[in-house]
């Protein structure tokens, strides 16, 4: 036993010796690959401060083939503070980056990320202020989305999704979630009841390539549905919780139930219900 600790600790001895074989002597490729598992502001505050080989690796592109800062972003919630940090970012790719992952992001980054963003595949930028205008001049340059979400982007409508839908044709994974209007269902014929299958008709005509698609608290009716089951053959996943206007007729329901993943517009809620009843059976019979 003691022969081969002897042995172990010789070894140890020896790689110290190794030319290069200190941290900082290592390759900026094989430095990026550990630190892109920490957090994007951990490898700025911390690891940038170790050292200058890790201050450059970190400044370089290595480090930022993938920029997700939601975390941060949600924490900063300051519109102006968050499109520098991810201009800055974007610009340390150097046109690499191939997912962006931010919160409440503005026209003036959207307009540099997309000015950079060739490579880009994934782009998550829900609750942003990206307004149409921008998305219809510069969708066409970002041709290699195929994951998109933007979620509760309330300045982008159905003309901004149609940019999307007609400039990234590599698409096949989008969320369109959108705020509950109430937390009740709301009353057939009052505002947020109104039946729009503006949005449906365009994802269902300009994204026929969808795989997994999320529209929760969607406006549209049946007609919508109907068109997203129809032209977007290859859907797997559908989330459609909160689209109070649907009343899944003609064989929609079945149609819906055949997808591997399906959650209807009431499944949580129910299950939330049933849950509570359960609950309040078991809380009175241990009262008791």
């Known amino acids: 036993m003691s022969g081969s600790i002897n042995k172990r600790v010789r070894c140890i001895e020896v790689d110290e010796e190794v030319e290069g074989g200190r941290w900082e002597g290592l390759n900026p490729e094989v430095l990026a690959v550990i630190f892109v598992r920490l957090p994007a502001e951990e490898r700025l505050r911390t690891v940038a401060l170790v050292c200058k080989s890790w201050l450059e690796t970190v400044a370089g592109p290595y480090c930022w083939t993938e920029i997700d ?3 941060w972003c949600r924490r900063c919630n300051r519109l102006e503070i968050i499109d520098l940090a991810v ?4 610009r340390r790719s150097k046109g690499t980056f191939r997912l962006l992952s931010a919160y409440k992001l503005g026209d003036g980054a959207f307009f540099f ?4 963003g060739k490579s880009l595949k994934v782009l998550q930028i829900p609750m942003s202020e990206v307004t149409d205008k921008m998305v219809q001049k510069h969708a066409e340059s970002l041709p290699n989305i195929s994951v998109l979400d933007i979620s509760y982007c309330l300045k982008i409508t159905s003309k901004g999704l149609e940019s999307f839908g007609k400039q990234c044709k590599f698409l096949t994974h989008l969320k369109r979630n959108m705020p509950p209007p109430e937390w009740e269902r709301p009353a057939p014929g009052s505002a ?3 039946v729009d299958d503006t949005e449906a008709m365009i994802i269902a005509d300009t994204m026929t390539g ?6 929760c608290f969607g406006r549209f009716g049946d007609r919508g549905l109907h068109a997203l089951l129809t032209h977007c053959e290859k859907l797997s996943h559908l989330d459609i919780q909160g689209c109070w206007n649907l009343e899944l007729e003609g064989g929609l329901e079945e149609k819906c139930e055949q997808l591997a993943v399906y959650r209807s517009p009431w499944l949580d809620y129910d299950e939330d219900a049933v849950h509570s009843d359960s609950s309040d059976e078991s809380s009175s019979d241990s009262i008791s």
């Open 192 to 194: 947020s009841s109104r």
């Open 210 to 215: 969808l795989h997994q698609l999320e529209l």
């Open 69 to 71: 800062i939601e975390q």
């Open 113 to 116: 990320l997309a000015n950079c």
């Open 87 to 90: 201009r800055k970012l974007v």
